[in-house]
């Protein structure tokens, strides 16, 4: 089994959609999937419950009951656990990203939110676990390159340790309507852009976590 956690102490940076979307797109690949709901917000556990279909499975939890929920997930055969996390709480990150495989941490491309994120570098740093920054909510990239905002982007995170990810999610209205009945965008409209864009953050994270 493995674990992702998706942390940003920065809110609405795309947490949330992207734990629900890398957990659909793990399920569709015929994985055993458990997302983790631990943000007393409980967005995730909102979209759930607005949901259709009972794959992937969630649970509630907080930090200190994380690894009892790995435990049991293990236990019960899980392939894959996708933790979403609260904003603003640098213990319960720590708790998650420090019992998992690989950390991804959301950011927008604009320099408010790059700013903030050195919490979130420090904490993967500081915990020596595998992450990633994956930069959500950019303007749509040309068919011949990635527009000024996420080059910049990618520049300005180099002063930190951890890598960008390859892969950079646009802005798109398909990841709003897709939620609001339960959905992910490859279940809206699987052949859109924004369901192309998830499936290749997919087969990222599948190379990350040797899935
Ligand atoms: N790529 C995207 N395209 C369009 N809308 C997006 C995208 N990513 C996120 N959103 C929207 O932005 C808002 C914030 O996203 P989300 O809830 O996933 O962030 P979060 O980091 O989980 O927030 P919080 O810190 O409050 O938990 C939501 O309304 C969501 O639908
Ligand atoms: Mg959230």
Redo the contacts with the bound molecule.
């Keep these: 089994m493995k674990t992702l956690s ?1 942390i ?1 102490q ?11 979307h890398l957990a659909v797109q793990a399920q569709l690949a015929d994985l055993q999937v458990l997302l983790v709901d631990t ?1 007393p ?1 409980a ?1 995730a556990t909102a979209w759930w419950r607005r949901r259709r279909a009972e794959a992937p499975a969630l649970v509630q939890g907080s930090g200190e009951h994380l690894a009892d929920i790995l435990r049991n997930a293990k236990r019960r055969g899980y392939d894959l656990v996708v933790i ?1 996390s ?2 603003h709480s640098s213990d319960e990150s720590r708790i998650s990203a420090g019992l998992s495989d690989q950390v991804y941490i ?1 950011s927008r491309p604009a320099i408010l939110d790059l700013d903030a994120i050195g919490a979130s570098t420090e904490l993967v740093s500081d915990l020596k676990v595998a992450a990633k920054i994956v930069l ?3 303007p749509p990239p040309t068919r011949l390159r990635e527009p000024n905002i996420v080059v910049e982007a990618r520049q300005a995170l180099t002063v930190y340790r951890v890598p960008v990810c390859d892969v950079a ?8 309507h897709a ?1 609001i009945d339960g959905r992910a965008v490859s279940e809206f409209d699987g052949k859109g852009k ?1 369901a192309q864009e998830i499936n290749r953050l997919w087969n990222t994270l599948k190379e990350d976590l040797s899935l």
């Design positions: 998706m940003a920065k809110g609405g940076t795309g947490k949330t959609t992207l734990s629900i943000d917000q967005s979403d609260a904003p959301p959500n909510g950019c999610i646009s802005q798109r209205a398909a990841f709003s939620l924004a």
